[in-house]
């Protein structure tokens, strides 16, 4: 794991990953505070003239034309889009929180803010797929739908699957409620103690660990987790949770 530059954007990429991908920090783009600087985030009051001119600049920086970008409206779901062409502009954005593609015209990205990003890459089936898991989306095992539809989609073999869980808020900033801590008491039962922590008296939830857990479920057994916090380095990450929801969103990106 490390991080690179190119034309003043950092980012950070995963040793294991042999495809082009990258999650971007919030450094290099064009965007003022509180969006400062590589906002891709359009839905957060910054100017979309400035969003789409930092997406373009996280683009080439990995040599990925612009225009070959497929995203999508993320709902915390565990909905799962194959795409199969570039999403044209204008085209309607689909709601899904799992991209997948084996298209080499196809660059997969997403935005993110404290929730995890998760990419994957079948190098015998020359898949790759991304997925946005926050707390919902964790617990909706969001990562067992990416691996499954790997496996329906394009027929991978989940051992062959290399996953890499990125930068998001790490378990000693994710405190919970009482409704979540119920939900992850529901989902893993007696082995909730593994990805819940008492710190200070508060209960915290462990989103790398969970989100592990449920790859390794699903068959996956090549797994590389950043764990990198973004709330405890707001010089390279967005965080919701740590700026108090007025801040921008970081881009993940991959493609073959």
Same mark, same amino acid.
């Given at each position: 794991?490390?991080?690179?530059? #190119?034309?003043?954007?950092?980012?950070?990429?995963?040793?294991?990953?042999?495809?082009?991908?990258?999650?971007?920090?919030?450094?290099?783009?064009?965007?003022?505070?509180?969006?400062?600087?590589?906002?891709?985030?359009?839905?957060?009051?910054?100017?979309?003239?400035? @969003?789409?001119?930092?997406?373009?600049?996280?683009?080439? $920086?990995?040599?990925?034309? !612009?225009?070959?970008?497929?995203?999508?409206?993320?709902?915390?779901?565990?909905?799962? @889009?194959?795409?199969?062409? !570039?999403?044209?502009? *204008?085209? !309607? @954005?689909?709601?899904?929180?799992?991209?997948?593609?084996?298209?080499?015209?196809?660059?997969?990205?997403?935005?993110?803010?404290?929730?995890? !990003?998760?990419?994957?890459?079948?190098?015998?089936?020359?898949?790759?797929? @991304?997925?946005?898991?926050?707390?919902?989306?964790?617990?909706?095992?969001?990562?067992?739908?990416?691996?499954?539809?790997?496996?329906?989609?394009?027929?991978? #073999?989940? $051992?062959?699957?290399?996953?890499?869980?990125?930068?998001?808020?790490?378990?000693?900033?994710?405190?919970?409620?009482?409704?979540?801590?119920?939900?992850?008491?529901?989902?893993?039962?007696?082995?909730?103690?593994?990805?819940?922590?008492?710190?200070?008296?508060?209960?915290?939830?462990?989103?790398?660990?969970? #989100?592990?857990?449920?790859?390794?479920?699903? *068959?996956?057994?090549?797994?590389?987790?950043?764990?990198?916090?973004?709330?405890?380095?707001?010089?390279?990450?967005?965080?919701?949770?740590?700026?108090? *929801?007025?801040? *921008?969103?970081?881009?993940?990106?991959?493609?073959?």
């Amino acid at each position: 794991m490390s991080f690179a530059e #190119n034309n003043g954007l950092r980012y950070f990429q995963f040793d294991s990953l042999q495809t082009r991908h990258a999650v971007f920090t919030r450094r290099g783009g064009v965007s003022p505070e509180p969006w400062g600087s590589l906002n891709v985030g359009g839905t957060v009051g910054d100017d979309l003239s400035r @969003v789409r001119q930092n997406r373009q600049l996280s683009f080439r $920086a990995l040599d990925c034309a !612009p225009e070959s970008i497929f995203d999508v409206w993320q709902v915390h779901s565990a909905d799962v @889009v194959c795409a199969r062409a !570039p999403r044209l502009e *204008g085209e !309607p @954005v689909r709601q899904a929180d799992v991209i997948l593609t084996d298209k080499p015209e196809v660059s997969l990205f997403m935005r993110f803010a404290d929730c995890t !990003p998760i990419l994957a890459h079948d190098p015998r089936k020359g898949v790759v797929g @991304v997925a946005h898991a926050g707390w919902m989306g964790t617990l909706r095992d969001v990562a067992g739908s990416m691996v499954s539809a790997m496996k329906t989609n394009y027929n991978s #073999n989940p $051992a062959d699957i290399v996953a890499c869980i990125g930068p998001s808020i790490g378990p000693d900033h994710y405190e919970i409620g009482a409704d979540v801590i119920l939900q992850v008491m529901q989902k893993f039962g007696d082995e909730s103690e593994k990805v819940l922590r008492s710190l200070n008296g508060k209960i915290h939830f462990d989103l790398w660990r969970t #989100n592990r857990i449920l790859l390794e479920q699903a *068959g996956v057994q090549h797994i590389e987790v950043a764990g990198i916090c973004t709330a405890c380095h707001l010089d390279d990450w967005f965080s919701h949770r740590a700026e108090k *929801g007025r801040t *921008g969103r970081f881009g993940a990106l991959i493609a073959l």
